[in-house]
Nanobody
Framework: VQLQASGGGLVQAGGSLRLSCAAS????????VNWYRQAPGKQREFVAG???????NVADSMKGRFAISTDNAKNTVYLQMDNLRPEDTAVYLC??????????????WGQGTLVTVSS
């Protein structure tokens, strides 16, 4: 699975961005597609994810501001980010988790897209 993340940029606090993660396969053949972020000097953290049955999950600290959605025809997962804050500044990474019938799990990562929120 290859993942291409895009949509990052510089935005003022309170603004919005929509990130895209384009997958090389039908996203609903994958166990889950997720967004993580990593700020300088901090650990990578989970942002949002969607699993094969369409169930979505957003990290508690971002609920109400971030939302994850898909365009199945484009094999793309979106992360809509509203009311951005300077602390949202990070590299946002697209991740896909797949699993074989025997239960072996594989993780795939895109290259990341930088989001910078100015105060």
């Amino acid at each position: 699975v290859q993942l291409q993340a895009s949509g990052g940029g510089l935005v003022q606090a309170g603004g919005s961005l929509r990130l895209s993660c384009a997958a090389s396969v039908n996203i609903f053949t994958i166990k889950s597609v997720n967004w993580y972020r990593q700020a300088p000097g901090k650990q990578r953290e989970f942002v949002a994810g969607i699993i094969r049955d369409g169930t979505t999950n957003v990290a508690d600290s971002m609920k109400g501001r971030f939302a994850i959605s898909t365009d199945n025809a484009k094999n793309t997962v979106y992360l809509q980010m509203d009311n951005l804050r300077p602390e949202d500044t990070a590299v946002y990474l697209c991740n896909a988790v797949d699993q074989t019938p025997r239960g072996t799990t594989f993780n795939f990562w895109g290259q990341g897209t930088l989001v910078t929120v100015s105060s």
